[in-house]
């Protein structure tokens, strides 16, 4: 797998931090789609403008989807991950949350500042990474995001490079039920 780390993703937690040092961000990795596939997959209608947002970046292993609204995120994630991987990053005033999937399966979630209530079937197969990340200290004061960021490349074997997130290569939306 990857050796990514917090400096490899520093310029993403950068541009999704406001001045005050809030960050929103919702992106899911996903392991060997295509921006096309990983539509098809959550139902977005490329091009749509009504309903939730979605961006997806291509990038080298995979693809990126960026959602406008959170809720989504969780909802569309199980699909994604049928036959391969995903890693969700959510960050706004109120969540600070990873999750990785497994062929459909939630095996591992966690708040980056709880990592000890994590939760799902498996919840320690990103150990090793977690610790040398450190997001698995509750105590922490650094800034965790540009770490999580670092733990999903980790978790998926897709890189999201900056000239990767300059322009989506794929818009859309999904309609809320």
């Not at 809720?71 to 199980?78: A, I, K, P």
């Amino acid at each position: 797998m990857s050796g990514a780390t917090a400096a490899d993703y520093a310029w993403l937690a950068e541009l999704c931090t406001d001045g005050d040092g809030d960050a929103g961000l919702c992106l899911t990795f996903v392991r060997g789609l295509s921006p096309d596939e990983a539509f098809r997959r959550i139902g977005a209608v490329p091009d749509a403008t009504d309903g939730c947002r979605v961006g997806g970046y291509s990038a080298h292993g995979g693809t990126v989807l960026e959602y406008e609204w959170a809720g989504m995120l969780w909802e569309q994630s199980v699909p994604l991950s049928a036959g391969t991987v995903a890693a969700t990053v959510f960050v706004d005033l109120k969540h600070d949350d990873f999750c990785y999937l497994v062929d459909g399966r939630r095996v591992s979630s966690f708040c980056w500042f709880a990592y000890s209530l994590r939760d799902g079937v498996f919840p320690d197969p990103l150990l090793a990474d977690v610790h040398e990340l450190g997001l698995d200290r509750d105590d922490s004061t650094e800034e965790p995001l540009p770490n999580a960021l670092a733990l999903a490349e980790r978790a998926t074997g897709v890189r999201l490079q900056r000239a990767d997130f300059v322009r989506p290569s794929l818009m859309g939306s999904i309609r809320r039920a």
